[in-house]
């Protein structure tokens, strides 16, 4: 592993202390200790680069406190502890999904520019561009006859 790795390892850990924490109390900074570990060590056995893997995380924690959250709002205090963290799960689950791809996403198209930049060629254009006409491609009108 790298020295970026442990570092990834380190923040994600550390906020899922926090997040967990925020949730859950003491048990949700264990849950969240566990969860920020587990997946950071995973991230990096599999060449995940470490600012992906942190943007992830941190993204899939902050969904699950934003859920757990409005939750909170809605309810009475202490009065729902089990719907907070349900609705924190579910929301760090979707947040999680949706930070990944767009991470992929974002994350491939910058590779893709990379590669074309190495190999010489211009950068794709984006849209749908319309070639322009080369003289034998011009249907024929009556004035060329």
């Given at each position: ?33 566990v ?27 902050a ?34 999904v ?36 080369t ?10 006859r």
């Open positions: 592993m790298r020295l970026s790795d442990y570092f990834s390892i380190a923040v994600n850990a550390g906020f899922g202390v926090i997040t967990g924490w925020l949730i859950a109390g003491s048990v949700g900074s264990i849950i969240g200790l969860l920020g570990l587990v997946f950071s060590v995973f991230a990096a056995r599999s060449n995940v680069r470490p600012g992906i893997a942190m943007t992830v995380f941190v993204g899939a924690m969904g699950g406190l934003i859920g757990s959250s409005v939750v909170s709002t809605i309810c009475l205090p202490d009065s729902c502890t089990g719907l907070e963290i349900s609705a924190g799960v579910v929301t760090a689950i979707a947040s999680f949706g930070v990944g791809i767009v991470a992929a996403l974002v994350t491939r198209s910058f590779d893709e520019y990379n590669e074309r930049e190495d190999a010489g060629l211009p950068p794709t254009s984006v849209g749908c561009e319309v070639p322009q006409e003289p034998d491609d011009r249907p024929q009108t009556s004035d060329d």
